[in-house]
């Protein structure tokens, strides 16, 4: 099983980026995904999560109607989609499912300054 994160870098406040996660090993489609993201000194914290099936999905409130989540299940790949970007979403960005236990990517940084 394998996640690897992509497409983090150093933007401006209100500036756009997008992270994408390549998955390996298991089944994608079959289950849901999530990203997540830690910042220094703070505990890690989940921003958004898209559904197997139907591709629902749900947000946290600090990143509602800036972040889409989606899905490729023919790529395998999850993307975040993250736009008008503010200071505070500076963080290290994770990939995450579950399947009897947690796996997770290697993570991306994604830095906001002006």
């Known amino acids: 099983v394998q996640l690897v994160e992509s497409g983090g870098g150093l933007v401006q406040p209100g500036g756009s980026l997008r992270l994408s996660c390549a998955a390996s090993g298991f089944t994608f489609s079959r289950y849901n995904m999530r990203w997540y993201r830690q910042a220094p000194g703070k505990e890690r914290e989940l921003v958004a999560t898209?559904?197997?099936?139907?591709?629902?999905?749900n947000y946290a409130d600090s990143v509602k109607g800036r972040f889409t989540i989606s899905r490729d299940n023919a790529k395998n790949t999850v993307y975040l989609q993250m736009n008008s970007l503010k200071p505070e979403d500076t963080a290290v960005y994770y990939c995450?499912?579950?399947?009897?236990?947690?796996?997770w990517g290697q993570g991306t940084q994604v830095t906001v300054s002006s």
């Open positions: 898209i559904t197997s099936v139907r591709g629902s999905t």
């Open positions: 995450h499912f579950y399947n009897l236990r947690d796996y």
